[in-house]
């Protein structure tokens, strides 16, 4: 078997590995105890190593004898989100082994959804989309949902899962989300509109406008800006900032007859009150209709 260095082994295993898996790739004790020894690898617990650049999150993970879940899990997936649980919370599997970090009073959450937790690997998708219902609510769920359907990253296979095992007051959202939302803040206008009982389209193409979030009737739009979208800048070297391009869709809205309200992340994410205020007062008084 050929020599290979426990760095080299632990980087191409994911930086993280139990010892039966560097000793499969050609790493001996005497070679496990030299790089630790020169601080190139760390023992997370007996029996499991990893690279002294390994994700923190992820070792201390492992050290609980799991894998990263919830909303961390998701963020590191690549999930919008719009909240996060408090406290560590760790993926065991089905069946897997609990153990303490060395901290008596780390507020580990475990999580006991099927599947086999491996080291240093996320849980599935499915997994942590139903380890973020159960923990962080309807919204954060939903956004997240949406999220991962934009991406192709949810299957027909992962719905069915799921719907399952949800909690029933939320199964209803499997068949509410979409895969249009171009980011979390137009999930959550959707389903906070739909509590209100007003159903809006979206991603709607306006001729001589472009592409718009919302419409709500026939005449009002509804915009959700991102945090990119907050810069005041009239022109820079890559030509008009953001803002003025919306301004400027807006100004050609109005020409046709449409009324545009737009709103930034801070306002749907801490103000809500405010916006939920300002559509419900255009339509009642009929901003909405031909």
Partial sequence: MTFRTAASALIAAGRIARTSALRARGVT???IARALAAGEVVQVRRGVYATSDADAVTLHAARHGGAVACTEAGRMRGLWMLDDVDGPHIWHGHAGNPR???????PAVPHWDEGTAEIGALPP???ILLQIAVCA???TFFAALESGLRQSMVTLADLRWLEQRLPGELRWLLGFARSDA???LESLIRLRLHRLGIEVRTQVLIDGVGEVDFVIGDWLIVEADGMQNHDDRVAGPDGPSPRHKDLQRDARAAALGYETLRFDYAMIIHHWEVVEAAI???VAAGAHRA
């Fill in 182 to 184: 171009d980011s979390g």
């Fill in 100 to 106: 303490t970090c060395g901290d008596p009073d780390c």
């Fill in 125 to 127: 998708l499915r997994n």
């Fill in 137 to 139: 609510g309807e919204e």
């Fill in 280 to 282: 419900l007062a255009r």
């Fill in 29 to 31: 004790a005497r070679e």
